[in-house]
């Protein structure tokens, strides 16, 4: 039997018979994760930065309060680490997701690396909220999702790659919005766009590792 995870704003959650997860909503966008790992715009970057950028650094906080970029300490009242050199775009700063990469080796990548986080510039994925993270069985960070736009049919592979607000459902990145033709923003282009009523349907498989463009993500349990 089906049964319903829960409620956020007037959409039903629900766990159907074969353990997916299926809601619908609107879509907000989210630019986290873009460091310019395969040649798109990083999220954020300091004012004065020469390229563009998926979101304005306001959207990301200020000083003593760094919540939307990595710094050097881990806390929000760290300094925000700026890519050097040899990195995909010098200048900029790092974006983080909730799910982390590995080098081919599967050891860890550190914090201040580029290529640790999923880049909403080109991966379809979307982000959940730990209503959904923490009621089902199975892993849901690094698992397979399917997006369909219903108003014109379109539908994604995606990964589930970034835990959200518990009050907020339906966002998603930068790449998957373009796949199902939901607009983005006109200069930042996460900053703006989205779909604001419940066209959105989303499916979830917790437990069942996505595979996004050849790419296989890890599934990373809840708290890592």
């Not at 690396?113 to 994925?125: E, W």
């Not at 909220?129 to 960070?141: C, L, Q, S």
Request: hydrophobic fraction near 35%.
């Amino acid at each position: 039997m089906s049964k319903i995870i829960g409620t956020i704003h007037g959409q039903d959650i629900t766990e159907e018979n074969d353990l997916s997860v299926t809601f619908s909503a609107d879509a907000t966008l989210d630019g986290d994760g873009a460091n310019g790992q395969f040649g798109g715009d990083p999220c954020y970057a300091p004012r004065g930065y020469a390229g563009g950028t998926l979101d304005v650094i306001e959207n990301a906080g200020g000083p003593g309060n760094w919540f939307g970029v990595v710094t050097d300490t881990g806390e929000v009242d760290g300094k925000p680490i700026v890519q050097g050199d040899s990195d995909p775009c010098p200048g900029a700063h790092l974006s983080a997701t909730s799910l982390h990469l590995r080098k081919a080796d599967g050891t860890r990548l550190p914090d201040s690396s580029p290529f640790k986080y999923v880049d909403s510039a080109t991966v379809p994925f979307i982000v959940v909220p730990p209503m959904i993270i923490k009621g089902v069985a199975g892993i849901v960070m690094g698992c397979r999702a399917i997006v369909t736009n219903s108003k014109n049919g379109k539908s994604v592979e995606a990964v589930v790659a970034d835990g959200g607000p518990s009050n907020h459902l339906g966002e998603i990145s930068v790449a998957c919005a373009k796949a199902i033709g939901v607009p983005t923003g006109t200069t930042h282009p996460a900053n703006g766009g989205g779909a604001s009523s419940p066209d959105i349907h989303y499916r979830l498989f917790p437990g069942t590792a996505a595979i996004v463009n050849g790419v296989t993500y890890p599934l990373q349990p809840s708290g890592l």
